[in-house]
T-cell receptor, first 113, second 114 residues
């Protein structure tokens, strides 16, 4: 079953604007991660936020986590055409004999030059 | 630099064929994972392995098996390929049980079953 659900499914913005993507999840988590996927490629890890953190920054990325609402947001500031990709949130929890990630279905971001 | 490689980028097979997808990581990671990715469904976990010769089922193991004879290599096997197994297959690895659980992904194998 899918744990994380991203919103919106697709987002189209102009270069220089900010892009905000949201993720909601259902059960308790150890941490929440955001990944990026360029078309036809594998996923690349962007940022991890732990359940006891509320906000984290990395370059032009800002992630927030609200465990009471079971939601997270990813903000990309001053977007560039090269930011065009799919973005996935993934929640980490103990399942079986290893920590596993459960991925949402992603937000397709298009940044228009 | 972290690296996960997959044996093929594109693969075309016929229904009923046995298919091997191989994944190799050079980071000495303990955990390795196989996902399939389909439009609108995100990534779904097929199998994972937390040690050599150890494996556990993920969410959708039916029709698949795996093999991990060496730490760096994790193979996904489709015993008898079917058209509903046409998909993008992604391999990933992560360091060990008590780490940050960041996963490192290979480039993916796009499989078409005719």
């Amino acid at each position: 079953s899918q744990q994380g659900e991203e919103d919106p499914q697709a987002l189209s913005i102009q270069e220089g604007e900010n892009a905000t993507m949201n993720c909601s999840y259902k059960t308790s988590i150890n941490n929440l991660q955001w990944y990026r996927q360029n078309s036809g490629r594998g996923l690349v890890h962007l940022i991890l936020i732990r359940s006891n953190e509320r906000e984290k920054h990395s370059g032009r990325l800002r992630v927030t986590l609200d465990t009471s609402k079971k939601s997270s947001s990813l903000l990309i500031t001053t977007s560039r055409a090269a930011d065009t990709a799919s973005y996935f949130c993934a929640t980490a929890a103990i399942r079986g004999s290893a920590r596993q990630l459960t991925f949402g279905s992603g937000t397709q971001l298009t940044v228009l030059p | 630099d972290v690296k996960v490689t997959q044996s093929s980028r594109y693969l075309v097979k016929r229904t009923g064929e046995k298919v091997f997808l191989e994944c190799v990581q050079d980071m000495d990671h303990e955990n390795m994972f196989w996902y399939r990715q389909d439009p609108g469904l995100g990534l779904r976990l097929i199998y994972f392995s937390y040690d050599v010769k150890m494996k556990e089922k993920g969410d959708i193991p039916e029709g698949y098996s795996v093999s991990r004879e060496k730490k760096e290599r994790f193979s996904l096997i489709l015993e008898s390929a079917s058209t509903n197994q046409t998909s993008m297959y992604l391999c990933a690895s992560s360091q060990h049980w008590d780490s940050q659980e960041t996963q490192y992904f290979g480039p993916g194998t796009r499989l078409l079953v005719l």
